[in-house]
């Protein structure tokens, strides 16, 4: 069953809201071996790399040529966003792995 419009706009808000990294960004991001350094891993890609590489894709892609599929992890990446920020740790978090994790993602907590 596919998504009801308002839901689709939903996601889209609040895909746009948690993913404050340009496309350019990200991949310049992902190519650092402090992106490749955090996340969970079965020894390969760790899953918060493979998601940014996916969220890449999804800025490249026109809104409404999205899938079923693509808005399920762009939901996905909103609720890993929420649930990790509340997870902040005390102090400066400039080069803490909370950060490269939230980073994979497409959210730097350090902009705006």
Known sequence: MAPREDDRDQTLEEFDAAVNMT???LEKWLESDESKSVGQSDGGESVGHRSG???VEL???NKSDLSDDDLAHMRKVTGYVHRHLKQRPDGDITGTRWRYSLMNWGHDPKEP
């Open 23 to 25: 496309a350019g960004q």
């Open 53 to 55: 590489r996916r969220i």
């Open 59 to 61: 800025l490249h892609t």
